[in-house]
């Protein structure tokens, strides 16, 4: 990666994964000896480019944002609904982390999980997401 203010290279000087967000914070430090600049940066896996859901006959790219609205809507009831589906949409993104097979998810395996995962959460999300995505 370049230095954000000079363009130069940079160095990586510390790294961390954070399992709640699904993405890896970063410190970098500017190589350039005039510059050294040293700056913060939080990436994250494009999930789309890499990812295929696989149902019956057909395969379609993964698109986070489609299972972040579908547990939106599961969670319309609670009082912080889009935290929670954020937080959840990321905790499900984790375990299809364990399930998927060169890059390609079963759409069972993602009902399943994401049914499970609304279950241990919220009951009443879980029997919205059941009723509709089933």
Known sequence: MVCIYC??????????????TNSTWRRRKCLNKACKAIFTTNEIAIYEQNWTIKSQETISPFLRDKLYISVYKSCGHRRNSVKDATFLTNTIINKLNAVIKDGTIDISDLLRICFDTLSNFDQIAATYYRAYYF
């Open 7 to 20: 363009g130069s290279k940079t160095a990586i000087t510390n790294s961390r994964h954070q399992r709640s």
